[in-house]
């Protein structure tokens, strides 16, 4: 899936009223700074697809900076369409290993807005 395509998707979730939450590794920090492009994209990415499962609440100007954000990593990253898949599809199924009944609980629940606004400018 596309950053585009996502954040449109994205952004229509967000008006009907739900998505961010994930903590990546038990902690919440900026994704990015001393991580590849493609940590950053798939810290957005978890943060997204967190949210939409878990149904925390996001604002459109948050959901918008979200999918630009996506935007500039997945550019950093210089994935091609195929790659930029198949690492969605890794954090999809690391999503799912995990649970979403533990990433909407406990930590991940409480880390919410401390892991959004570290990630989204």
Known sequence: MGADRFLRVFSRTTLVGALVAAFVGGTVGRAGAEEGGEETLKTLYRIAISAEMCGFPMGQREATNLGKAMNRALAETNLSPDAADALYRDVDAALEAEGFEKICAGD????????????IR
Do not use: F, P, V
């Open 108 to 119: 991940g629940a409480r880390n919410y807005r401390a892991l959004l606004a570290a990630n």
